[in-house]
T-cell receptor, first 113, second 114 residues
């Protein structure tokens, strides 16, 4: 079945450590997105990519980095510069047309040890 | 700039009662509008979408939404709520051709009383 796979489902980070969240899609979608969700809050856009080898900052990009070397993959690195990384992270993808909805993965919950 | 407002943070309805969740948007052109639902610890699932044409759109699980351009609204409705409908509901607009990204509302938590 086509879909988006995020791994791991739970992730723990030590202080000063970088961690990478995986996002893979087999929907042949051009666009991919990373969101952060905090308890009781909506989705905040971290980064998005509309084509391979290109990506743009979202509303809260500081302390995060991404790459888009392959169409199906869009990993997110939470760096040590992100001082409050504990959150639920959601990856999504969509077709390039602006009238297409986004398809979401099941998320990764990141916690600080 | 595009924006979405969901005025109701939390809505509680009794099982079998009707439901309406409000969504207001700001957008520079004809909007593309979506409602998504999220169960705890899960990703978002598309309920329905509006692009053009009939202003009343039908979605999955018996949900519907009505686009009202004059009120800049896209309210979600369901005639009879089931306990399994309890979730977080998000309204979204876009993406616009210039912005390349969608904008989500802050969500409405739907609780269903037995």
């Amino acid at each position: 079945d086509g879909g988006i796979t995020q791994s791991p489902k739970y992730l723990f980070r030590k202080e000063g450590q970088n961690v990478t969240l995986s996002c893979e899609q087999n929907l042949n979608h051009d666009a991919m997105y990373w969101y952060r969700q905090d308890p009781g809050q909506g989705l905040r856009l971290i980064y998005y990519s509309q084509i391979v080898n290109d990506f743009q900052k979202g509303d809260i990009a500081e302390g995060y980095s991404v790459s888009r070397e392959k169409k199906e993959s869009f990993p997110l690195t939470v760096t040590s510069a992100q001082k409050n990384p504990t959150a639920f992270y959601l990856c999504a993808s969509s077709m390039a047309d602006s009238n297409q909805p986004q398809h979401f993965g099941d998320g990764t919950r990141l916690s600080i040890l | 700039a595009q924006s979405v407002t969901q005025p109701d943070i939390h809505i509680t309805v009794s099982e079998g009662a009707s439901l309406e969740l409000r969504c207001n948007y700001s957008y520079g052109a004809t909007p593309y509008l979506f409602w998504y639902v999220q169960s705890p610890g899960q990703g978002l699932q598309l309920l329905l979408k509006y692009f053009s044409g009939d202003t009343l759109v039908q979605g999955i699980k018996g949900f519907e939404a009505e686009f009202k351009r004059s009120q800049s609204s896209f309210n979600l409705r369901k005639p009879s709520v089931h306990w399994s409908d309890a979730a977080e509901c998000f309204c979204a607009v876009g993406p616009s051709r210039n912005a390349g990204k969608s904008t989500f509302g802050d969500g409405t938590t739907l609780t269903v009383k037995p």
